[in-house]
């Protein structure tokens, strides 16, 4: 009988999370680069490093790239909601026409962080500002608060070790307050979504405030 050998897909190369990367954030997009013909991979992540508890596995269909009428390699990838916090390995294999899966790539390592927590409503006494988050176990923070949305020129930016920040009331206005958390390693996170509060004018002051307008008219 003729003999028909076939060549199985090579395996692919790994693009992002790069290796050891720490990820945060609602969604997680893995890339890696495929050689050109490759239509198919399949995606598994897992927590051991030989893969038996699969903790998500996925089917990915790459869409062709060309330059001229030269099909060329393409990068391929996928999004996946966020995992739970925690240390995770992944890798790749292509699959053929024949649904004949090729060699997998080598596994590589990214964590998952868990979401920079966003501050709850602040407590303001009438000396006192006080803001408190979610704790997370081993982590600092770095505190931000700001007359402006983009956090160009913070009023604050201070370093904390506990999910809680006291300090003297601030002037009358609008603010905005954000968390960075920041691994013992010194790495650092992406800020959490901003939160907008008030400083209210003090009661006396708003009291005081019609009598003194009155005062220039008293005068003249």
């Not at 609602?26 to 890339?31: A, G, H, K, M, W």
């Not at 060699?103 to 803001?131: F, G």
Request: hydrophobic fraction near 45%; proline fraction near 11%.
């Amino acid at each position: 009988k003729p003999l028909v050998q076939h060549l199985l897909p090579a395996a692919p190369s790994l693009v992002a999370p790069p290796p050891a990367a720490a990820v945060s954030g609602p969604r997680t997009s893995f890339n890696w680069s495929g050689a050109a013909g490759d239509r198919q991979y399949r995606f598994p992540i897992a927590r051991d490093p030989g893969f038996a508890g699969l903790v998500a596995e996925h089917e990915v269909v790459a869409k062709p790239e060309a330059v001229g009428a030269r099909e060329v390699a393409a990068t391929a990838g996928i999004e996946i909601d966020a995992m739970q916090p925690g240390r995770y390995l992944w890798r790749v294999a292509a699959v053929n026409a024949r649904g004949e899966a090729g060699d997998w790539s080598a596994p590589q390592s990214y964590t998952q962080r868990a979401d920079a927590p966003t501050p709850a409503a602040p407590i303001i006494t009438a000396h006192e500002l006080q803001l408190r988050w979610d704790a997370q176990p081993g982590e600092k923070y770095r505190v931000q608060i700001a007359r402006d949305q983009r956090f160009d020129r913070p009023r604050l930016d201070r370093t904390l070790d506990v999910p809680m920040l006291s300090i003297a009331r601030p002037h009358p206005g609008n603010y905005y307050v954000r968390v960075q958390t920041i691994d013992p390693d010194g790495t650092a996170g992406a800020f959490g979504a901003a939160r907008q509060f008030e400083v209210p004018v003090p009661r006396w002051l708003r009291i005081l405030m019609p009598i003194l307008a009155l005062l220039p008219l008293v005068a003249g």
